[in-house]
């Protein structure tokens, strides 16, 4: 199957930075899109930023014009820049990749566990 890994959390002050790392490997997996979404203790996930197979876009509103996701697909990983970091983007940062393996008829979507950011104020 498809293993995912974030990396890259941490404690930072407000107004500060992180990048974040997302790193899928195991089975071969042609990429739809990939995801990362925000969980805020004691929130839903949110959708924080989506970039498709073919390098397009998208933002929630809260992280536009501060946070900016890209691509490797030569090392499997997508990150994500955090600039301008505010308090309420504390939580924990979780990928989502989703695409289609050998074996499946259908795209699956594969989770990593997460890594912690804690921005202080």
């Known amino acids: 199957q498809v293993q995912v890994v974030e990396s890259g959390g941490g404690l930072v002050q407000a107004g500060g930075s992180l990048t974040l790392s997302c790193e899928y490997s195991?089975?071969?997996?042609?990429?739809?899109?990939v995801e990362w979404l925000h969980q805020a203790p004691g929130k839903q996930r949110d959708l924080v930023a989506q970039?498709?197979?073919?390098?397009?876009?998208t933002y929630s509103d809260s992280v536009k014009g501060r946070f900016t996701i890209s691509s490797d697909n030569a090392k499997n990983s997508v990150y994500l820049q955090m600039n301008s970091l505010k308090p309420e983007d504390t939580g924990v940062y979780l990928c989502?990749?989703?695409?289609?393996?050998?074996?499946?008829?259908?795209?699956?979507?594969?989770w990593g566990q997460g890594t912690q950011v804690t921005v202080s104020s």
């Open positions: 989502y990749v989703y695409g289609s393996i050998p074996t499946s008829v259908w795209p699956l979507g594969y």
């Open positions: 970039i498709t197979s073919s390098g397009m876009t």
């Open positions: 195991g089975t071969p997996i042609t990429i739809n899109y």
